[in-house]
């Protein structure tokens, strides 16, 4: 297993922990050289916050404990691709490297939306880009996105 499956595979398991936390399931995980600093699940309904995104939350709450925002030696590894309010925190906090599993359009063709390239959108037009690798055990992530999915609707 290589250390983007080994960080996704947490990232996946939190996702699943934010379903049995009464939440959607997504989750992240925050690295610095090769260790874990953060994770952080979904809490949109237990926090009442529509803005709590396992990705924005991590952000939120890291940066606000460690008084640390220039997050360019970090990456971050999402279930899913993150949304653009996400992208955007990422900009912001000049996220070193982001990594995700599903995409926001095989996410979104779950739920017969159409979707889109979110991180791809924001990133190509902000002045600080962090570098993107997407697919990491895609299957294993679209596998809980689908569980929780047929029986919910999203937000």
């Known amino acids: 297993m290589t250390q983007d499956e080994l960080f996704m595979?947490?990232?996946?398991?939190?996702?699943?922990?934010?379903v049995e936390h009464g939440n959607e399931p997504f989750g992240a995980v925050l690295v610095k050289n090769g260790k874990v600093v953060y994770?952080?699940?979904?809490?949109i309904?237990?926090?009442?916050?529509?803005?709590?995104?396992?990705?924005?939350?991590?952000?939120r709450r890291f940066c606000a404990e460690t008084q640390i925002t220039d997050l360019s030696e970090y990456t971050?590894?999402?279930s899913c691709e993150p949304c653009f309010m996400c992208c955007g925190a990422m900009v912001w906090v000049k996220l070193g490297r982001l990594v995700?599993?599903?995409?926001?359009k095989e996410l979104c063709a779950l739920l017969d939306e159409a979707g889109s390239d979110c991180a791809e959108l924001v990133f190509q037009n902000s002045?600080?880009?962090?570098?993107?690798?997407?697919g990491v055990l895609r299957e294993q992530a679209l596998e809980v996105l689908h569980?929780?999915?047929?029986?919910h609707k999203k937000g």
């Open 39 to 43: 994770t952080n699940e979904n809490q």
């Open 127 to 134: 002045p600080f880009r962090p570098s993107v690798t997407s």
């Open 45 to 59: 309904y237990t926090k009442t916050d529509p803005t709590f995104h396992a990705e924005a939350g991590l952000i």
């Open 100 to 104: 995700y599993g599903a995409s926001d």
């Open 9 to 18: 595979q947490k990232a996946i398991e939190l996702s699943a922990l934010a």
């Open 147 to 151: 569980s929780y999915f047929k029986s």
């Open 76 to 78: 971050l590894y999402s």
